[in-house]
């Protein structure tokens, strides 16, 4: 079974704070993905990861940076908190098998930025 | 043009009845296709996946997908109360190594 796991469930923080969201995965997975999901604008690719230390810019990578230190641990770094970052944010990975390859979601962290 | 498009719903059907949600996509080298239901508050969760064209089906879910005309459809049999929730139409293009969203069709199921 495929288990992605997220640090928090639930997260308030405030304006100017930095903010790390971890990821995690257990399945040896190469490819990690950070997403929000905000309502009415669809799950939205905020940065994703080929492997260690790589990273690529997804469509809305502004305000935010990663780290991939470690395969299975992918962080999402807010580096000074926003209150148009509150969201949903999602963390997935990609399971390859062949020509296959299905990702899957972590639970989520809502963040709120008061 | 989006690059998956999904009618937004709500989509309307009775318990029992069949629902059909349907997607298109406009990247033709387009090579996997998924489908993901997700309830409110919850992340995505991944319930059908196809790869060529034709018919799959696993239980009260048949994925269809027509490369040719671009568009990939689930339909769910024997709708139940519970299969109530928002379905993401997902397309994975090898050349950007990522999964392009649809908005989500909403589906309510009545009693």
């Known amino acids: ?114 | 043009q989006k690059e998956v498009e999904q009618n937004s719903g709500p989509l309307s059907v009775p318990e029992g009845a069949i629902a059909s949600l349907n997607c298109t996509y406009s990247d033709r080298v387009s090579q996997s296709f998924f489908w993901y239901r997700q309830y409110s508050g919850k992340s995505p969760e991944l319930i059908m996946s196809i790869y060529s064209n034709g018919d799959k089906e696993d239980g009260r879910f048949t994925a269809q997908l027509n490369k040719a005309s671009q568009y990939v459809s689930l339909l769910i049999r024997d709708s139940q109360p519970s299969d109530s929730a928002t379905y993401l139409c997902a397309v994975y293009t090898g050349t950007a190594s990522k999964l392009t969203f649809g908005t989500g069709t909403r589906l309510q199921v009545t009693l």
């Open chain 1, 1 to 114: 079974d495929v288990k992605v796991t997220q640090s928090s469930r639930y997260l308030v923080k405030r304006t100017g704070e930095k903010v790390f969201l971890e990821c995690v995965q257990d399945m040896d997975h190469e490819n990690m993905f950070w997403y929000r999901q905000d309502p009415g604008l669809g799950l939205r690719l905020i940065y994703f990861s080929y492997d260690v230390k790589m990273k690529e810019k997804g469509d809305i990578p502004e305000g935010y940076s990663v780290s991939r230190e470690k395969k299975e641990r992918f962080s999402l770094i807010l580096e000074s908190a926003s209150t148009n970052q509150t969201s949903m944010y999602l963390c997935a990975s990609i399971s390859r098998t062949g020509v296959r390859h299905e990702q899957y979601f972590g639970p989520g962290t809502r963040l709120t930025v008061t």
